[in-house]
Nanobody
Framework: QVQLVESGGGLVQTGGSLRLSCAAS????????MAWFRQTPGKEREFVAA????????YYADSLKGRFTISRDNAKNTVYLQMNSLEPEDTAVYYC??????????????????WGQGTQVTVSS
């Protein structure tokens, strides 16, 4: 089972940027589709972005297109989420997730079987 550890969260002002990192261990991420989700108190975990295991295809929540960018560096076994033009509504705990390459789909959290512990992102107004 791949293990995931997020970092890079913090406090930022509206309009600012952050880059989250997700470092994987125990397994190479090259055989996994990687994703980011986020969650606020009292709400379900929400899909943010995914990077398919091969071919470079990326997927985003419609509301986040153009502001967030997911990328991966298989050599470093790390996935990134670049977040620009941040808004208070982006405040959440952000989670990195991995799913086996043979599992179809990207947006449902039930498809993913490895999760990080989360990193807090707070956007002040």
């Amino acid at each position: 089972q791949v293990q995931l550890v997020e970092s890079g969260g913090g406090l930022v002002q509206t309009g600012g940027s952050l880059r989250l990192s997700c470092a994987a261990s125990r397994r190479t991420i090259s055989m996994y589709t990687m994703a980011w989700f986020r969650q606020t108190p009292g709400k379900e975990r929400e899909f943010v972005a995914a990077h398919w295991w091969s071919g470079g295809n990326t997927y985003y929540a419609d509301s986040l297109k153009g502001r967030f960018t997911i990328s991966r560096d298989n050599a470093k076994n790390t996935v990134y989420l670049q977040m620009n033009s941040l808004e208070p509504e982006d405040t959440a705990v952000y989670y990195c997730a991995a799913k086996n390459k043979d599992v179809v789909g990207v947006k449902s959290e039930r498809l993913y079987d490895a999760w990080g512990q989360g990193t807090q992102v707070t956007v002040s107004s």
